[in-house]
């Protein structure tokens, strides 16, 4: 049963990493069909689904919230172009109600729910690609569900962390357990900084690495882009790391 294996998996996390069962059998899998589990609310992650609909317009699209989205009028009607290519999770049809759902829900249950539900999700539509964005919020999801039987295991599992999530929780306490099972079934890896191989292979990470892949991905223009003078411009926008490394 698929809520004990949950609860069971839950509890055997919170003292020691999991290892990911490949005893499992091979699913056929459907091969025009991508799962995206990330903060649906995020303009990165809105960013990243847009650009992959117009590189593979092909592709059919599942999105899996891994936050509680407030997906806008605005938002709902530009993505109405992609309607049929994109499936995106949800519990309710309304809007609001999904919103107030999900946030008891996360209360009272955390990720217990959602692994749930994502599992069921995975079962209806058996994508060949599960692309988690952001480890604490998305992969950590799946940690719950990697074993269970009935789940494939032979799609092809990426992680794109956002930031430098494991310079920083590679080293608490509380998420190691975690990151390490995440790292046993990943795929592919990829982070905004090269050195961050040195945490994940500290971890057991054995697969493959790519850096630097950003948050933000870019885009290609038709045709030539329209530039502010810089005498006109009010704004600077900074980004960069505390170390020049990576």
Sequence with gaps: MLIPHILKTFKNLETNPLSSDRSKKSSRL?????????????????????????????????????DRPRLTKAKLNEL???????????LFPIEKLNFI????????????????????FILMHKPAINHFHEMQHGAYIYNLIVNYRKIPNNSRNIISTWGSDLTLYSWV??????????LSWANILTAEKEIEIQDAKRLGFKSEF?????????????SKPQFI??????????????????
């Excluded at 847009?50 to 899996?64: M, W």
Aim: charged residues 25%; glycine residues 4%.
């Design 80 to 90: 109405k172009q992609f309607k049929k290519s994109i499936r995106i999770f949800k």
């Design 101 to 120: 759902s999900y946030y008891v829900l996360d209360i009272v249950f955390g990720h217990k729910w959602r692994a749930y539900f994502l599992a069921r």
């Design 30 to 66: 459907n091969k025009d069909k991508i799962l995206l589990v990330g903060m649906a609310d995020s303009p990165h992650f809105q960013k990243w689904l847009r650009i992959l609909q117009t590189e593979f317009p092909e592709k059919k699209f599942l999105v899996f919230p891994s």
């Design 210 to 222: 790519r850096a630097p892949i950003y948050i933000t991905c870019g885009e290609n223009f038709s």
């Design 229 to 246: 003078k810089p005498s006109t411009r009010r704004l600077i926008l900074v980004k960069g790391h505390q170390l020049n490394t990576g």
């Design 173 to 182: 306490d509380k998420h190691k357990h975690q990151i390490q099972s995440c």
